[in-house]
């Protein structure tokens, strides 16, 4: 049975805090309320996953803040009159979002399961992280527009299907830098592509995908009020779908060793000063191995003065002779030292 409530967040100029709003709706829900008309002004994380009595709940907003359908839980659903700001379905894990306009950065970000569907643009770094747990429904995630920069970021799972309407005229429909890092799940296009990352691979569209695109389709476009464009966004030709590279496939792991010797610092990070050949070197010595000395040689030694300045006991001299008297035979000068130009005897 259907019980409805609405709220008005902005009475003379007084403004309800987010705090007040979720409480009140907390407060509805336990006494019954499962459909609620949210007239906003700004406040965050309405639509917020939780565990209630009664699951079964839509809400109606507009005018939201961020975070909305944050961890939405499966029963909800959440329809944005308009657009929405940064977040909108983030930890997702069931909830169905509906944005009738466009959505902020980082749009289901982490989403985990339901279904996500905005009428216009999402920002930057929206899908990254999505992922699926194979005892679950896969997550979804429909743009009808385009996507900022870096979208799908390290990607784990789930689907999304950027539809490219209206974005022509834009070099790419998932902007720069998309797909960085992602090792599972598909990402549907429709529309020109540029600076993909070299870890996912371009293919055309099997049965299943065709199958899977004609049964959201028609919700997708129910719910954002665009059923006039299902002919023309079910035309496959405009289509491919984006999916991480085989492993065969795959550019070979660099070591980060082999990272910083050639790509970041050449010849080492104190390249300049002295030649590191990346020996490990026991620790300061303890118990019986204490009643050793240090012995310097000069043919080996370069003039770093590591030995001098991380001495504890400040009992070598700067000719590198030792105080013996005060030296306790740690070690330490014998463990910094980058040439070995001293050993313990």
């Known amino acids: 049975m259907k019980k409805e409530y ?9 403004r309800m805090s987010t705090q007040e709003l979720l409480q009140l709706i907390t407060t509805k829900i336990e006494e019954g309320v499962n459909e609620f008309e949210i007239e906003a002004c700004g406040q965050h994380n309405i639509g917020i996953g939780g565990k209630y009595k009664n699951s079964n709940l839509t809400f109606h907003v507009t005018n939201p803040g961020q975070r909305v359908g944050a961890m939405g839980m499966e029963g909800t659903k959440i329809v944005v009159e308009g657009s929405a700001p940064a977040d909108i379905g983030w930890l997702n894990s069931g909830a169905k979002i509906v944005v009738k306009g ?37 997550p979804e995630f ?23 309407y209206d974005s022509e005229h834009l070099p790419s429909v998932l902007g720069n830098r998309s797909c960085v890092g992602m090792v599972g799940g ?48 079910l035309d496959f030709s405009q289509w491919v779908k984006l999916v991480p590279l085989a492993q065969k496939n795959k550019i070979e792991r660099v070591s980060l060793q ?22 490990l070197f026991n620790l300061a010595q303890t118990g019986e191995a204490r009643l050793r000395k240090p012995e310097w040689d000069k043919n080996l030694c370069v003039g770093c003065n590591l030995c001098v300045k991380n001495c504890p006991q400040k009992s070598i ?16 000068c014998s463990a910094v030292c980058p040439k070995k130009a001293w050993k313990m005897i």
């Not at 905005?118 to 929206?126: A, E």
């Not at 870096?150 to 950027?162: L, T, W, Y």
């Not at 001299?317 to 030792?322: H, K, L, P």
């Open 142 to 164: 429909w743009v009808l527009k385009n996507t900022g920069s870096f979208s799908f970021e390290f990607m784990g799972g789930g689907r999304a299907v950027i539809c490219g």
């Open 317 to 332: 001299n700067e000719d590198f002779s030792v105080k013996e008297d005060n030296c306790i035979g740690c070690g330490i």
């Open 186 to 233: 598909t990402v549907y296009v429709r529309g020109k592509l540029e600076g993909i990352a070299n870890c996912v691979e371009v293919k055309k569209l099997d049965k299943y995908d065709k199958d899977f695109l004609k049964s959201g389709m028609g919700d997708f476009l129910k719910e954002i009020g665009r059923k006039e464009l299902l002919e023309e966004l």
């Open 6 to 14: 609405k709220i008005k967040t902005l009475i003379n100029d007084v």
């Open 102 to 138: 466009d959505a902020g950065d980082t749009a289901a970000h982490c989403a985990a399961g339901g279904k996500i569907y905005v009428g216009g643009r999402v920002g930057t770094r929206s899908g990254a992280l999505m992922k699926h747990d194979p005892k679950f429904e896969q």
């Open 258 to 279: 082999e990272f910083k010797q050639n790509e970041w610092f050449k010849d080492g990070l104190f390249g300049d000063l002295v030649e590191d050949n990346r020996d």
